[in-house]
């Protein structure tokens, strides 16, 4: 699998939420291929950032363009190019469905199929039992099954939210390896977490 990775270009960039801006006058340059962190505390509008530069989220200042597409008039284009693996809330797998169903799902409302998600999990070094619960799995596997489900798609980009949210230290280190690793494909990845992960990547950083 190999994919054309997405640009994303932004100045000035602001979001709104229902109790006022949530993070302002953003500047950005995301490369092709390139593994992104958003990093901040809690509240400082990392969801946000990622629901905005996925074409999910409306900013209200600012101009952004992926890959050459002008948000928000294109933002249906940019929900094609750039696929959430988790954002939360809202986008996160059902606890109580098995893997099978997950996938058996992703497949009839997605663009995936047996073979793309095969070679997806074996991108993301997955080998899980169809009949395990997704609550019942590591919380590693999760994510990184969200991931694969997403990959398996081959958008131009992901977005991840909350990488490091309760994963110790050895967990948080394979998933963003993962994560890495996608890059090598041409995918551009982008993770939000309080913190950069290590081994380095191109940082956006906002400010509580």
């Known amino acids: 699998m190999y994919v054309h990775g997405v640009s994303i270009l932004g100045q000035g960039v602001a979001a709104e939420g229902p109790e006022g801006l949530v993070f302002s006058d953003l500047d950005l340059r995301v490369e092709p291929g390139s593994l992104t962190a958003v990093t901040g505390p809690g509240g400082s509008g990392r969801t946000a ?15 952004l363009e992926v890959d050459g597409h002008r948000l928000p008039r294109k933002a249906r284009k940019v929900r094609g190019l750039v696929r959430p693996a988790r954002i939360r809330p809202g986008c996160e797998l059902e606890e109580w469905h098995t893997v099978r169903e997950t996938i058996t799902e992703r497949k009839l409302i997605g663009d995936a199929n047996a073979k793309t998600i095969d070679s997806a999990f074996a991108l993301v070094g997955l080998d899980l039992d169809p009949h395990d619960l997704i609550g019942e799995l590591p919380d590693d596997e999760q994510l990184l099954l969200a991931v694969a489900l997403a990959v398996a798609g081959a958008p131009g980009a992901i977005v ?6 309760g994963l110790p230290a050895e967990q948080r280190a394979r998933v963003w390896a993962v ?16 913190d950069p992960p290590p081994g380095g990547a191109d940082v956006i950083r906002l400010a509580e």
């Open 179 to 194: 994560l890495r690793d996608l890059t090598r494909i041409g995918m551009t990845v982008i993770a939000s977490s309080t």
């Open 49 to 63: 950032a990622l629901l905005v530069l996925s074409g999910r989220m409306r900013a209200v200042a600012g101009w």
């Open 160 to 165: 991840v939210d909350d990488v490091e949210r």
